[in-house]
């Protein structure tokens, strides 16, 4: 079968799963908004968005998954279009961004779910692993880092907020990150054609970064960000004990969260899978149907398919 032809077959599979639909539930005191598709009997797959962007980043995957998986992908506090209560007095840290999404899956009653850990998504959905190991029933990790060594040399600026989280640090990251300019060139450094990035993705991250108060979110999180690198040995202590089934899918030229990172998991977890994509940091807006195949033929590997929907499905 032709690249071409598989790539038609993949899209008319998933036309004819269910419609992504969109909602909102209460947890942790936050209006948390999320994208669905599939059966509710279906193996859970959580997509967990990273920075700047919103569950809108899996807007192609969802309908891909959804024929085989009941997928959710919430936005994350300060992202996208969940909303938090002034009165809930949010403290936007990676710790607590975990303990709403954990009481997101409490909400929606998920006992059992793989994971899809991008950028911020990643120690997000870590946190959670290593807090309920037994719900987690597989990882796939898009360019979501866990080891020091994947840490590409574009965080130098946030690296020197960290040592010394000055207000003129903190406003050169202001001026140097949350932007447009940015946040496109996130989206568009090491792809081969840039033209082939959906604009309205990194325009609509812009226009939700430009909400009144969100880029002060956005510079308390860059500074929390360090809180994950201190976690690194934590992660990497629940590969090695857990041993959860992975695959790391990685864009190859991005310039966070570089290939080393992605190599990094065998050393704890030596069956881990590992693929490289001639793509950026958001590999999804140019090789969507490479990654819903691999992680496809990971899952149902793993024993994570329609068969073992009782072990999968929200209970």
Do not use: C
């Not at 079968?1 to 036309?15: D, F, G, L, Q, Y």
């Not at 009997?41 to 024929?67: C, D, K, N, Q, W």
């Not at 992908?73 to 936007?92: H, I, M, N, Q, S």
């Amino acid at each position: 079968m032709s690249e071409a032809v598989s790539r038609m077959e993949t899209k008319r599979r998933a036309s004819s799963g269910a419609r992504t639909t969109s909602h909102k539930v209460e947890a942790d005191g936050v209006q948390v908004f999320y994208r669905e598709a599939g059966e509710a009997a279906a193996p859970v797959v959580l997509l967990l968005h990273g920075f700047p962007t919103s569950s809108f980043m899996y807007r192609e995957l969802i309908p891909l998954l959804a024929s085989d998986y009941r997928v959710i992908a919430p936005d994350l506090p300060g992202f996208g279009f969940t909303e938090v209560p002034a009165e809930r007095k949010y403290a936007y840290t990676f710790d607590q961004l975990a303990h709403t999404i954990d009481a997101f899956t409490q909400a929606l009653k998920l006992s059992r779910y793989a994971i899809y850990v991008f950028d911020y998504g990643a120690p997000t959905g870590l946190r959670l692993a290593m807090e309920h190991p037994e719900r987690v029933t597989a990882i796939v990790s898009q360019n979501g880092n866990a080891y020091e060594e994947g840490l590409g040399d574009a965080w130098g600026p946030i690296r020197k907020y960290w040592a010394q989280p000055s207000a003129e640090n903190r406003d050169i990251i202001r001026q140097s990150v949350l932007t447009a300019g940015g946040t496109r060139w996130q989206y568009t450094h090491g792809v081969a054609n840039p033209e082939t990035i959906a604009p309205e993705s990194y325009t609509l991250d812009t226009a939700l970064l430009e909400r009144p108060g969100n880029k002060e979110i956005q510079l308390d999180l860059f500074l929390d960000y360090a809180s994950n690198v201190k976690l690194y040995p934590k992660f990497q202590e629940y590969f090695r004990k857990s041993k959860p089934a992975l695959l790391a899918i990685w864009g190859k030229n991005d310039p966070f969260f570089i290939p080393a990172g992605a190599e990094a998991f065998r050393k704890d977890i030596p069956t881990a899978k590992v693929q490289f994509l001639d793509t950026g940091h958001f590999a999804l807006e140019t090789h969507v149907e490479e990654i819903a195949e691999a992680m496809k033929e990971f899952l149902r590997g793993n024993g994570i398919a329609r068969a073992s929907a009782g072990s999968g499905s929200a209970g």
